[in-house]
């Protein structure tokens, strides 16, 4: 990892987000959870828990689905903390529900939240990365994006897009040292894979050819590795980390 880097983790607190903050904060970063406005109390509880653990995060609150926030919390932190290097789009959430019954708020929400939250935090990161001619970006994605998944219309839409922006953004930062890549989980211990209806969640667990899901920090790993300023000529790639539930090239 580049010496002295700072790392902004949107969705920090969330149960992906925290084992890649511990993971980059490992590799030596100096790492920002982001997390919602509503969640401050919550947010506060979760950085004095990881002191405990030894680990120092800042955290910084931005709605980012919304530009205005989300490009605030990156102007605060540029000058407040210093450069950010590191940039993982891990913010998501999820409203499942099939076409049939799925209305407008669920799809604009996660549409919003997953695909827009993206370009409104990459956009102001990444002009300064390229500026100072170095960067690495993430973008969290998902299985389900790559491959569809029944009562996920809203997610698997936002999740295939996120990969379509990220192929873009690596164009653009190809001569500027940032890459950009995606990482698609498959299924992963969370709290938003336990707030699933059990019977659908084990369905798709039996067919999972690993017969499991995947621990956070497996997803962690792969980010640590994209993060890596070794890792300097892969750009534009997706890296699927889902116990073989989708094989593609
Ligand atoms: N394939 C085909 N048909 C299916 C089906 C499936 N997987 N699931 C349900 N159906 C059928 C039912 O048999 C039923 O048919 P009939 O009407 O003929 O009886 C019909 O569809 C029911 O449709 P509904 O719209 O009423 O669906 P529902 O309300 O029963 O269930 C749902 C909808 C709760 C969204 C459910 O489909 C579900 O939980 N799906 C899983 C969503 C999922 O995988 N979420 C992942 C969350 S974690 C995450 O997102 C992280 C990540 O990246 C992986």
Known sequence: ?????????????????????????????????????ADQE?????????????????????????????LEMVTQIESEIGPIDVLV???????????????????????????????????????????????????????????????QPNYSAAKAGLHGFTMSAALEGATKGVTVNTISPGYVETPMTSAMPEKVLDAIVSQVPMRRMAKPQEIAFAVAFLADERNAYTTGANIPVNGGLFTSF
């Open 89 to 151: 789009n891990c913010a998501g959430i999820t409203r499942d529900k099939s076409i049939k019954k799925m209305d407008i708020e669920d799809w604009d929400a996660v549409i919003e939240t997953n695909l827009n939250s993206a370009f409104y935090v990459t956009k102001p990161v990444m002009m300064a990365m390229m500026e100072r001619e170095y960067g690495r970006i993430i973008n969290i994605s998902s299985v389900n994006g790559q491959r569809g998944q029944f009562g």
């Open 1 to 37: 990892m580049r010496k002295n880097s700072t790392a902004l983790v949107t969705g920090g607190n969330g149960g992906i987000g925290q084992e890649i903050c511990k993971a980059l904060s490992n590799q030596g970063c100096h790492v920002v959870a982001g997390y919602h406005p």
């Open 42 to 70: 919550n947010a506060e509880k979760w950085q004095a828990a990881m002191k405990e653990e030894g680990f120092n995060f800042s955290i910084k609150a931005a709605d980012v689905s919304n530009a205005d926030s989300a």
